[in-house]
């Protein structure tokens, strides 16, 4: 059974940081990707990394300031998010399948973890 369990979401203040990490359980996954969402709006791309971490790719509005990673070891891939701003606040999803910014291209879903940015 495939699992993907997000943790490490929270408050914060704008400028601050959190680590977001997935725990991934049930098979071995070439990619990884976070997603966030807002109430009212469509899941979008955040970063995604492949199996070996050799490639990433970020949304334009977090690069420079999140950082994907993952440690194979462990199962697992996290979302090191620095100099937060208001307007990050979302819940958060971790997802696995293949290397790409669109949602159709993961299979498996974590059950998502809040982020709350305070100005």
């Known amino acids: 059974q495939v699992q993907l369990v997000e943790s490490g979401g929270g408050l914060v203040q704008a400028g601050g940081s959190l680590r977001l990490s997935c725990a991934a359980s049930g098979r071995t996954f070439s990619a990884y990707g976070w997603f966030r969402q807002t109430p009212g709006k469509e899941r979008e791309f955040v970063a995604a990394?492949?199996?070996?971490?050799?490639?990433?790719y970020y949304a334009d509005s977090v690069k420079g300031r999140f950082t994907i990673s993952r440690d194979n070891a462990k199962s697992a891939v996290y979302l090191q998010m620095n100099s937060l701003k208001p307007e990050d606040t979302a819940v958060y999803y971790c997802a696995a399948g293949r290397y790409t910014t669109s949602l159709v291209g993961y299979d498996y879903w974590g059950q998502g973890t809040q982020v709350t940015v305070s100005s």
């Open positions: 990394i492949t199996r070996s971490g050799g490639m990433t």
